[in-house]
């Protein structure tokens, strides 16, 4: 059964160890072996530009997005996924994919021509935010919770007219609910859990997941254990709890998975790599219908991406 996987962390520890070996290093949750293990047709790759390296710079970016080329989208290794035309090809081949994500845009240096590059090199999801504020919106662990900047509302327009997709995962609520009522596009929250199952003020309200619902955008729950149970110490049949919470708001449709693998220290017990999808799979199927656990594990998100992604035709 195949897998899509919304939100991984590899590229940045690709970064600051240069000799990491992205087939087999134990170093890496994510591997080219796990994700054959797990049976991982689609894997999203974040560029998350950690405080460690200072202040963000546009080269960090286009360093993270070169990793990408020289040790993910190699011969023998994953296909790059960018239009919608590939995403429609992935369902006659089910071709192991990657495709490439913005985690905040502190890297973009404020600077929207940076934007249509990242755009132009492959770049398909922005999620606009991390934790804090940055120049175009806060984040969610921002204590005033304030909405998008002029430039930040610039960005929205640009995105929308450009497709390239948005991400809500770490924006403030009151940026979430400004993007919801301006954006022409639905978006995503791609590694974000029921803030109704566990309180941690990263995962979504009710509120917010009808919004996402109503919009036909996607949730991808993660992995993160403090954010699938109170005080962390999940283990892998915890996740039906957030599964159920979504589905009974009427979500089942919009239901997928970010596991955030690579930006954790601790894991899901049950749930520590992408080889371990597998088993995750043969869990879900002894509860739940064999169509509405391959729409979770991988066919909502193909629905989205053959909806959404831009034409190569237009560009």
């Known amino acids: 059964m195949g897998v899509a996987d919304f939100h991984c962390d590899a590229l940045s520890k690709l ?5 990491m070996d992205f087939k087999n290093d134990p170093r890496l949750d994510v591997t080219a072996e796990r994700l054959l293990e797990g049976n991982v047709e689609l894997q999203v790759f974040a560029i998350y530009l950690s405080a460690d390296r200072g ?7 286009l360093g993270q997005i070169e990793l990408f080329r020289q040790k993910v989208v190699v011969p023998g290794g994953l296909q790059w996924l960018r239009w919608k035309e590939e995403a429609d090809e992935q369902i006659l081949t089910a071709s192991a994919s990657g495709m490439l994500s913005l985690e905040g845009v ?33 984040g969610v662990l921002e204590q005033r919770n304030g909405g998008f900047t002029e430039l930040g509302r610039k960005l929205i327009e640009w995105c929308n007219g450009s497709g390239m997709l948005l991400d809500v995962s770490h924006l403030a ?62 283990k892998i049949d915890d996740m039906r709890r957030h599964i159920e919470h979504v589905g ?5 449709k919009q239901l997928m998975f970010g596991s955030d693998f690579d930006g954790i220290e601790t894991w899901v017990e049950g749930l520590e790599h992408p080889g371990k999808y597998a088993d995750f799979a043969d869990l879900l199927l002894r509860y739940y219908p064999e169509d509405e656990v391959k729409g979770w594990l991988y066919g909502n998100a193909l629905a989205f991406l053959r909806t959404h992604l831009p034409s190569s035709a237009g560009s």
Not at 15 to 19: E, N, T, V
Not at 180 to 197: G, L, M, Q, V
Not at 248 to 252: D, E
Request: proline residues 4%.
């Open 106 to 138: 502190e890297g973009l240096e404020g600077n929207l021509f940076y934007a249509q590059l990242c755009f132009e090199l492959g770049v398909r999801f922005l999620g606009i935010t991390w934790n804090y504020a940055n120049w175009a919106a806060d």
């Open 248 to 252: 009974a708001l009427g979500g089942s």
């Open 55 to 61: 202040r963000a710079k546009f080269e960090d970016v």
């Open 173 to 234: 609520p009151a940026g979430f609910w400004e993007l919801a009522e301006r954006s022409k596009r639905p978006f995503i929250a791609s590694h974000s859990n029921s803030a109704a199952i566990c309180g941690h003020p990263r995962n979504l309200s009710d509120e917010q997941i009808r919004a996402l619902i109503a919009m036909d955008g996607r949730m991808g729950l993660t992995f993160v254990p403090w954010f699938v149970r109170d005080g962390g110490g999940a």
């Open 15 to 19: 970064q600051a160890s240069p000799g």
